[in-house]
């Protein structure tokens, strides 16, 4: 039997991957509400799913909180390791699912006055989001190792948050006063430019990485999966704020705008989401050959989760917008999809937890990180 882990040694290897476990439950309670079929009891899962995501997103805040207070020059050296740091883009990601269900779940339950809330949330979120697509890249840039043959899709994890945030402020939008509203459309394309054409140009280095030096190790398995994650959510926001646009800005005087973005978010959200069938097909092939190789169960797995339902939670929106019935069908399967494979690696997850196996800093192996590549004093 393997010995549990001392409390005082999973603070000192917590790290921020385990707020990918937030956005894979959030991302589900949210997909769940969003299935074609509505029955109480799906929809009675995604309010458990989203109340139980708050309770995880609570303490692994306190936890990581904790290890920054009591383990602070090895919490540090996260800055100059190459993979950990990619995923403090992890938590404006959870946050906004949170936020997401304040305003499907929350208002049902406590009624409009959680709106304001809501929007405090999502200012926080949307500085966590800017502050690590620019924060980590710097690092990148500076501090970190890097090369070609090493790189995987998680170099889209801090880029990525800001267009998570772009699509949170499309749900929020419309429960403004409309001068309000409006800032808040607006802000949000402004934070998808800040966030796509990035990871577009970051999936197009992938696929050359990819060609000229093969799949990476199996332990990175889960990361064949990421690239849906920008394609995903670029096309929901796209779609999701030209919905937007078209009630909230013909009374500001942007009648003519509106008609555009709606059309721009409609025809963007589909060209993306056939973009996203290419990366959907060749993660499924990757997958099971990585399957037939054997895969090991690491907390990596949650990098399927998130990426899944933002693109079934896309692919609905246009479903919505279109009335095409192939689309909610693909959309459901999606949906049927990610509820098994949540509950499969939700499983492992809270065995490795229970045993303390999956809490593992890589930044505090030794040689990890270059002697003087280190932040602070180690």
């Not at 990610?338 to 509950?343: M, Q, Y």
Request: charged residues 10%; aromatic residues 14%; glycine residues 8%.
């Amino acid at each position: 039997m393997t010995q549990r882990k001392p409390f005082r040694e999973i603070v000192r290897q917590f790290t921020p991957n385990w707020f990918t476990v937030t956005m894979g439950t959030g991302i589900l309670s949210l997909a769940l509400n969003q299935f074609p079929i509505h029955l109480k009891v799906i929809h009675a899962a995604a309010v458990a799913l989203w109340f139980l995501n708050i309770a995880l997103f609570s303490v692994f805040l306190l936890v990581y909180s904790a290890r920054w207070i009591v383990f602070t020059a090895e919490a540090r050296r996260i800055f100059s390791h190459s993979t950990v740091s990619m995923f403090f883009g992890a938590i404006p990601m959870a946050l906004a699912t949170i936020i997401n269900g304040l305003l499907v779940f929350g208002i049902p339950i406590w009624g409009n006055g959680v709106v304001l809330f809501a929007r405090l949330l999502w200012w926080v979120d949307v500085f966590l989001a800017i502050f690590c697509g620019v924060a980590v890249p710097f690092f990148m840039f500076t501090r970190q190792e890097h090369a070609l043959e090493r790189m995987t899709a998680i170099w889209l994890l801090p880029i990525v948050a800001a267009e998570v945030s772009a699509a949170s402020g499309a749900v929020l939008a419309p429960f403004l006063a409309p001068p309000i509203a409006m800032r808040i459309v607006f802000i949000s394309y402004a934070l998808w430019a800040f966030s796509v054409p990035l990871a577009l140009s970051i999936l197009t280095i992938l696929l050359l990485r990819l060609i000229v030096h093969k799949l990476p190790q199996a332990d990175m398995a889960a990361t064949s999966w990421l690239a849906l994650g920008p394609i995903g959510t670029g096309a929901l926001g796209l779609v999701s704020l030209g919905v937007d646009a078209l009630k909230i800005l013909p009374p500001a005087g942007f009648a003519a705008v509106s008609e555009t973005a709606y059309g721009i978010g409609l025809i963007g959200a589909i060209a993306l989401l056939g973009y996203g069938v290419f990366w959907l097909l060749t993660a499924i092939l990757v997958t099971l050959r990585y399957l037939r190789q054997g895969m090991f169960f690491n907390i990596g797995w949650w990098g399927f989760t998130f990426p899944i339902g933002v693109y079934a939670v896309a692919v609905l929106a246009v479903a919505r917008q279109t009335n095409i019935t192939s689309m909610f069908v693909l959309g459901g399967a999606l949906v049927v999809g990610l509820s098994f494979l949540w509950l499969i690696i939700a499983t492992r997850t809270v065995r490795g937890a229970w045993t303390g196996a999956l809490f593992h800093s890589p930044c505090l192996v030794p040689g990890a990180i270059p002697e003087d590549r280190i932040i602070g004093p180690s």
